[in-house]
């Protein structure tokens, strides 16, 4: 009897290291798939910001290093994200207005670009 004893509690510790292994593996493909989704996301708004940052190039011939900094200042003055604003001034080309806050501070941030290329 304590020959059977044995084996189930062999069992029961095999099932319990096979859950484990199945529970770890289950939680890294869930933190895979996550991270998957967000890589995913980052590489939509790198393509937005990407674009939005040749506007702003075009608007006012400068480096793509200065059009971020024009995108960066407008996001922090705005307390909007910068992806967010990337978006709303490539929407732009499609018709639709860029919201008054971002406008203002698009402006402010291009003069502020123009007199900083003054000096």
């Known amino acids: ?3 059977l004893t044995t084996l189930r509690e062999e069992q029961r510790l095999l099932t319990a290291v096979a859950s484990a292994e199945e529970t ?9 798939r996550a991270r998957n989704e967000q ?7 790198r393509a937005v910001i990407d674009q939005a ?13 200065r059009a971020w900094d ?11 994200k910068l992806r967010d604003v990337a978006a709303a001034l490539v929407a732009t080309t499609k018709d639709e207005t860029l919201p008054e806050p971002m406008q203002r501070e698009l402006r ?7 007199l900083a290329d003054r000096l």
């Open 108 to 114: 402010r941030a291009l003069r502020r670009l123009h």
């Open 24 to 32: 770890a593996l289950l939680t890294e493909v869930v933190e895979l």
């Open 39 to 45: 890589l995913g996301r980052a590489l939509a708004s």
């Open 70 to 80: 024009v995108l960066v200042d407008v996001s922090q003055h705005c307390n909007i």
């Open 53 to 65: 940052r040749g506007m702003v190039m075009a608007l006012a011939p400068s480096s793509s290093e």
């Open 1 to 3: 009897m304590s020959q």
